[in-house]
T-cell receptor, first 116, second 115 residues
Framework: DSGVTQTPKHLITATGQRVTLRCSPR?????VYWYQQSLDQGLQFLIQ???????AKGNILERFSAQQFPDLHSELNLSSLELGDSALYFC???????????????FGPGTRLTVL | AQTVTQSQPEMSVQEAETVTLSCTYD???????LFWYKQPPSRQMILVIR??????QNATENRFSVNFQKAAKSFSLKISDSQLGDAAMYFC????????????FGTGTRLQVFP
């Protein structure tokens, strides 16, 4: 158990819908990362938040957005869903900041999203 | 942009034997981190081992060790005394030490372990 929790574990929805994925980082971690794992794109970085602020953006679609709340949990919002958005979405956390100690990311169990 | 390449889509090993998974990367940076993650059938991403580029000594975690060749930009994972539980997808990942903490992953190597 990495200490990172994600809910829900599975999500089945229809095209055009909107869903929210939730992540709680390990205790003491300030950085949260979102990754997408799909068959055709592999593991791709989406976005990072550090202590409530967006820190880095990767290949995240405009239909997707995220935020990190004062209690440090994070939510990834996916809207106008398409078949191609079906994937495993991982949240990871680390201590963050510029410290070398905070360089290791620990992953949650993932949320499997199926868009029908 | 940095890239990570895993040229072996699949590997197999017999129980108790040793296997080496390959990973190469491309970067112009001198300071960075490298990781191996394991993804068993449960799909959980589990950290196996990490290496800091400024350290010349190869990292070791129990039966897992790496061969880090900075000049060659190579970072292979050696699994000794393979066990059935080692069967999984293994991903090599690169993390810069500048500005962003994002991980760049390779495409993975599926390891099968035979009894």
């Amino acid at each position: 158990d990495s200490g990172v929790t994600q809910t829900p574990k599975h999500l089945i929805t229809a095209t055009g819908q909107r869903v929210t994925l939730r992540c709680s980082p390990r205790s003491g971690d300030l950085s949260v990362y979102w990754y997408q794992q799909s068959l055709d794109q592999g593991l791709q970085f989406l976005i990072q938040y550090y202590n409530g602020e967006e820190r880095a953006k990767g290949n995240i679609l405009e239909r997707f957005s995220a935020q990190q709340f004062p209690d440090l949990h994070s939510e990834l919002n996916l809207s106008s869903l398409e078949l191609g958005d079906s994937a495993l979405y991982f949240c990871a956390s680390s201590v963050g900041g510029s410290s070398r100690v905070g360089d290791t990311q620990y992953f949650g169990p993932g949320t499997r999203l199926t868009v029908l | 942009a940095q890239t990570v390449t895993q040229s072996q889509p699949e590997m197999s090993v017999q129980e108790a034997e040793t296997v080496t998974l390959s990973c190469t990367y491309d970067t112009s940076e001198s300071d960075y981190y490298l990781f191996w993650y394991k993804q068993p059938p449960s799909r959980q991403m589990i950290l196996v081992i990490r290496q800091e580029a400024y350290k010349q000594q190869n990292a070791t975690e129990n039966r897992f060790s790496v061969n880090f060749q900075k000049a060659a930009k190579s970072f292979s994972l050696k699994i000794s005394d393979s066990q059935l539980g080692d069967a999984a997808m293994y991903f090599c990942a690169y993390r810069t030490s500048y500005n962003t903490d994002k991980l760049i992953f390779g495409t993975g190597t599926r390891l099968q372990v035979f009894p």
